[in-house]
């Protein structure tokens, strides 16, 4: 009878032996065992260690009288004596004596020996069926075994899609290549104790081709901006990614109308110098800045349109629309050579105003006093610029519509402009007021303005009647044009006779203060012979109507918008008012009022008084040492910043107000967002 033999496995000896016996389900006493391989560690237990193997070999029953004591069992015969274990090692085995298995084009041999049986081991990647038997760990394996090996193969399908930003400017393709992953068997020579291995063999799956990308192109409408590099890198890709193959065509911006100024119209610029006590020098200047007749003012350039551009599906993108540089001229000012240029008709300053809508050119005319203003020159009122190469003495008044410049000293007079003032050296006991028009200007300019666009209505009315059929055979036709006006203001137009003798009345009253010129005051006598006295003799036909509304259009007094500032050295027991900023720019106030739209800046010191800044103020110092009462006021928001604080100072924010009792230095006022007052 053959023995049994079981090759068995285990991290030492003695689990293996236990494996294979509790496997044959016998004792040790009952088999032989044969060390194959006993276990060993790798280097320094890195790679971990390799198990033991062993082989047992059943032992056939031994026979009496020549008997089988499993067929006899009346004869068996048990010692109770401990059974010897028979264990042979094999040393200096050759390999020839072992089982070998090997992997040879991706398929699985072995040879075993009489006393050996080759091992395998399947990997990740491989399904090994041994005997139609799934094996998943290590196995022996015989001749007679059939062995089938399964090999895994993983696919991804490719994905990809265009898509077009909500401008329609870029067209965008987004590649997702798949992929094919092929496991291989890899070849082995032989071993007796073989783990499989395999090799991976990744392909990148991209089926784009031109047709693809150009149909799916041609359903999104697109044809603009097409880049065939990329749509080629697109198809080249192994890997993710976006791929910009078209982009549209931007609107090229074009450029807006716009006037170049010849003449430089910032007084700042070129006007004086300080010198000492921060007082203004006006000695090396001849004369402020000035433009004479026939001079070139400024150039308009027109604008210049813009390109259109192009989505990627081919639609118009129009370019921003551009302004035209729309210039009114105002007085002293006549455009030439096709509208592009403003050249000057009187002598004065240059002034420009623009806003959203256009810009206006005028000159100033400017009234230069050489002299002190006193009593035998008397008041100084003027509808332009007023410069004074002297002093202005006690009692005196200086009105100007536009700009006032003093050279000299101020003492007790009245200074108003309608613009900015400028003194040179200092105020004393003073009223100057700058900024905002004259009122009486500004209420000619309104009704000089709704008189231009009544008659115009009204030249449009009779247009209308001389092309009606009724009135070309009524008797009206025989009267004359001053009959069809007579009846047109007594029955659409009863406002017209009023408001020209508003405007009458407002002359009148402005002429006493020599601030209009003298053809605003010739307008009043065409307007009362036409529409008071209806004089047949004063308009022939309708456009005679039109052409004296334009006349009062262009004769409008020029109410200035520049921002108005104020600036001297010093100021005593004075009240000063602006609209812009006012700048003290030597010694200081003492003892004056100020009150600013803007921000006050104060060189020097600032004692007694109040002063009042819509935008905040700087002082370099404040207060006195004997405790006068200085007030420094500003809104809510704004901030307040004192070099060096005397006693006496009062700094107010809104309604949270502190009063200094002792001197402190770089003082910066402001109220925090909850309400509260801090200093430094």
């Known amino acids: 009878m053959m023995s049994e033999v079981m090759i068995s496995r285990g991290k030492t000896l003695d689990q293996a032996i236990e494996n294979g016996l ?105 399904n090994l069926y041994k005997n139609g038997e799934l094996v998943r760990k290590t196995t022996v394996l015989m001749e007679k075994d059939q062995v089938k090996i399964e090999l895994k193969t993983e696919r991804k399908e490719p994905s990809w899609s265009i898509s077009l930003d909500d401008r329609k400017m870029e067209a965008t393709l987004q590649v997702e290549p798949g992929f094919r992953k092929t496991y291989r068997l890899v070849d082995q020579e032989p071993i007796s104790n073989l783990q499989l291995e395999v090799s991976v063999e990744e392909k990148a799956i991209n089926p784009l081709q031109p047709i693809h990308i150009e149909q799916k192109m041609k359903e999104l409408g697109i044809r603009i901006g097409i880049r065939r590099e990329e749509i080629q890198k697109a198809m080249d890709a192994t890997e993710p990614g976006k791929y910009l ?92 050579d096709q509208g592009s240029k403003l050249v000057a008709v009187e002598s004065g300053r240059l002034s420009i105003q623009s806003n959203e809508l256009k810009t206006k050119v005028s000159v100033i005319p400017r009234l230069i006093h050489s002299t002190d203003v006193d009593s035998v020159s008397g008041n100084l009122r003027y509808y332009g610029d007023i410069e004074v190469r002297g002093n202005v003495n006690g009692g005196m008044e200086l009105l100007a519509l536009c700009d006032l410049y003093v050279q000299g000293t101020v003492e007790q007079s009245k200074l108003i402009s309608g613009n900015s003032i400028i003194i040179c050296q200092n ?33 449009l009315a009779v247009d209308q009647v001389y092309q009606s059929p009724v009135f070309k055979t009524s008797d009206i036709v025989k009267m004359g044009l001053s009959s069809l006006i007579k009846i047109l203001l007594e029955k659409k137009f009863k406002t017209l006779p009023a408001l020209i003798k508003d405007l009458n009345e407002l002359i009148s009253r402005a002429d006493q203060l020599q601030i209009l010129e003298a053809e605003i005051k010739e307008l009043l006598i065409d307007l009362s012979n036409g529409f008071l006295k209806v004089l047949p003799t004063q308009f022939q036909e309708a456009s005679d109507i ?48 100020i009150h600013s739209e803007g921000k006050v800046k104060i060189s020097g010191s600032l004692r ?73």
């Open 22 to 126: 509790s496997l044959l389900d016998i004792p040790k006493s009952q088999v032989d065992i044969e060390i194959i391989q006993p276990e060993t560690k790798r280097l320094f237990g890195i790679l971990g260690t390799k198990p033991a193997v062993v082989r047992l070999i059943k032992k056939p029953k031994q026979m009496k009288g020549g008997l089988n004591m499993e067929t006899h069992p009346a004869n068996h015969h048990v010692s109770h004596e401990k059974a010897s274990i028979n264990i042979k090692y094999r040393k200096n085995e050759k390999d020839g004596a072992l089982g070998k298995v090997w992997v040879k084009d991706g398929r699985v041999y072995c040879k075993e020996t009489d006393h050996h049986y080759p091992i395998i081991t399947p990997v990740k990647g491989i």
């Open 245 to 336: 193959i078209a982009k549209g065509v931007e609107p090229l911006k074009g450029e807006d109308g716009w006037l170049e100024a010849v003449v430089d119209t910032n007084w700042e610029n070129n006007r004086w110098k300080f010198i000492e006590n921060g007082k203004l020098d006006f000695q090396k200047l001849t004369t402020l800045p000035n433009v004479e007749t026939g001079h070139l003012l400024g150039i308009i350039h027109p604008s210049k349109p813009g390109k259109i551009g192009y989505t990627v599906t081919g639609e118009d993108i129009k370019p921003e629309a551009v302004r035209e540089m729309v210039v009114q001229t105002g007085r002293g000012v006549d455009i030439v």
């Open 427 to 459: 105020v004393f006991n003073s009223y100057l007021h700058a900024g905002k028009s004259n009122d009486l200007i500004l209420k000619i300019e309104h009704v000089m303005r709704r008189v231009s666009l009544e008659l115009k209505g009204l030249a």
């Open 546 to 593: 039109i052409t004296l509304a334009d006349r009062i259009h262009d004769l409008c007094p020029d109410v200035h918008d520049e921002i108005a500032r104020m600036t001297l050295p010093y100021a005593l027991n004075s009240e000063l008012t602006c609209c812009g900023d006012i700048s003290i720019t030597g010694k200081g106030c003492i003892n004056s009022t």
């Open 608 to 680: 007694g008084g109040e002063v009042y800044a819509a935008l905040g103020v700087e002082a370099e110092e404040t207060g006195t040492k004997g405790g006068l009462v200085t007030r420094i006021r500003v809104p809510e928001g704004q901030t307040i910043k004192i070099n060096h604080a005397l006693e006496g100072t009062i700094v107010q924010i809104g309604n949270q107000s502190y009063v200094f009792e002792r001197e402190e230095k770089s003082i910066f006022a402001r109220v925090t967002a909850e309400g509260r007052l801090l200093l430094f």
